[in-house]
């Protein structure tokens, strides 16, 4: 796998000034967020002359570009969407019965009609200077040159402590497993995972690389197992839930943070993007690849609703019958869960500047109180949210992965059509744009207090 860099200057945030070193953060790692990392991604990009958008000089240097076709963008793109959050899926069809349906096509619907528009707004950007080179076209690279260095700053901040607190989630989730599997305590199974975790973070990325294929097989055994135990149940003893015509209102928006927390790579697409032969082709790539993941989700989480009914643990390993088929279940888990956290904690390391690898002894000594630091940070943070899987989950998809991946492309996307003097043109997805914002924001409002309220009650 080849890994795509994207470089974040941080030295104006953390106040380390103009002699700041620009911190290299890697796409491949914040895609490890969400599932697998792309089996093909470009090295790199390299700059673009102030080019037409449609033009057939712009045509051609897309097609020398990428070296992704068609087939191989949808199943990166299915990929990064297809992730550990599928574990608390079934959950939230408990939350809201049958409504659940509805909300994750709302929520599949209105993460692809965005992650279309990252794809309008690089080819829009590829007409306006930065005045200087740029090593990649990603997504801080929308953000800079939509709003500047500040705007930069502000995308940037937010996406590393999405990955942070996602890093946190994913602890707290394999404590869950291990605790189901081994039956030791669910702290001190996160310590555990913790410890772990810190020693992989030494692993170099291109070796990770090789893994991320295991880490996608482990998924699928996972499903496998999960489902080849509902198989042993007799349909006729299915619960069959009753459709609830009135419920809470509030568990639409926890429902909403655990559906949308599964679609949280949308930092990662730029490079999909321009990893592609025929950028032109990348709305039909999307709609492919969030529609193989919707039938994904909606399979596994509807029918563990239909067999278990409302009485739902928020990771649905727990509920499992068979043994066996249980404890190989929570054991695939675990593999995926536990080859994801160690690179989301080595990105929140590069980005504050305290990440070692390849430094002089000297330095890497000065370095390693900070790192160790951060490590115990995370660790504490997550014993002390052991049992709150639904909750954290909701918090980083309501909030975080809802700014990232709704309000963020939004208003880029219509900052870039006013420069483009294309509004007229795009008068409509405009229009859809501000009623998103306006909506990412409210259920950002909503489900964060919600969150909040569970996980301090």
């Known amino acids: 796998t080849l890994v ?14 103009r002699h700041a070193t620009p911190v290299t953060m890697d796409v491949w790692s914040i895609e490890m ?3 697998t990392a792309p089996t093909r991604l470009k090295p790199e990009c390299l700059d673009v002359p102030e080019l037409l958008p449609g033009s057939p000089e712009a045509k051609s240097h897309e097609a020398e570009d990428g070296d992704m076709n068609s087939y191989e ?17 079934p959950y939230a069809f408990g939350l809201i019965n049958y409504w659940a349906v509805l909300l994750l096509f709302v929520v599949v619907g209105l993460t692809a009609f965005t992650a279309c528009l990252i794809g309008e707004k690089l080819k829009m950007a590829r007409s306006k200077a930065l005045g200087g080179s740029h090593p990649s076209r990603d997504y801080t690279y929308l953000a800079e040159i939509s709003y500047g260095q500040c705007g930069k700053c502000v995308v940037a901040v937010i996406t590393v402590l999405e990955v942070w607190v996602a890093a946190v989630t994913f602890l707290v989730m394999n404590g869950s497993n291990i605790q189901g599997l081994l039956g030791v305590n669910e702290i001190q199974a996160v310590l555990v995972c913790t410890l772990v975790s810190s020693v992989m973070i030494f692993i170099p990325l291109r070796i990770y690389a090789y893994v991320s294929l295991a880490s996608l097989v482990a998924l699928m055994m996972a499903s496998m197992c999960f489902l080849g135990d509902l198989s042993t149940i007799n349909t006729a003893k ?22 949308i927390f599964c679609f949280a790579g949308h930092p990662c697409l730029p490079a999909l993007h ?47 019958s068979i043994s066996w088929l249980k404890h190989m279940t929570a054991a695939f888990f675990a593999v995926k869960i536990q080859l994801t956290t160690p690179v989301l904690m080595r990105v929140v390391l590069q980005s504050m500047q305290i990440w070692p690898e390849g430094r002089h002894v000297n330095e890497f000594i000065q370095n390693s109180l900070p790192v160790a630091l951060v490590i115990l940070l995370t660790g504490t943070s997550a014993c002390f949210l052991a049992g709150e899987v639904a909750a954290l989950a909701s918090f980083v998809g309501a909030l975080l ?57």
Not at 413 to 442: D, E, H, T
Not at 448 to 457: G, Q
Request: aromatic letters at 12%.
């Open 4 to 17: 795509e860099q994207q470089r974040l200057h941080w030295g104006d945030l953390w106040g380390a000034g």
């Open 33 to 35: 967020l969400v599932g």
């Open 401 to 457: 992965v809802n700014l990232t991946s709704i309000v963020i492309p939004c208003v880029m996307y219509a900052r870039l059509s006013v420069w483009s003097q294309q509004p007229g043109k795009n008068k409509l997805k405009l229009v859809m744009c501000g009623v998103l914002v306006l909506f990412g924001l409210i259920t950002a409002v909503a489900g964060t207090y919600l969150a909040v309220l569970d996980m301090t009650h």
């Open 238 to 259: 299915w619960s069959y839930p009753e459709l609830q015509l009135e419920p809470h209102v509030g568990n639409f928006f926890r429902a909403y943070g655990l559906f």
């Open 274 to 320: 321009e990893g592609m032969q025929h950028t032109e082709r990348w709305t039909g790539c999307v709609s492919w690849s969030f529609s193989i993941a919707a039938v994904y989700y909606l399979v596994l989480g509807l029918v563990t609703y239909l067999a278990h009914g409302d009485d739902l643990h928020p990771v649905f390993t727990k509920d499992m």
């Open 73 to 89: 963008t949808i199943l990166n793109l299915a990929n990064t969407m297809m992730g550990s959050g599928v574990l608390a899926v």
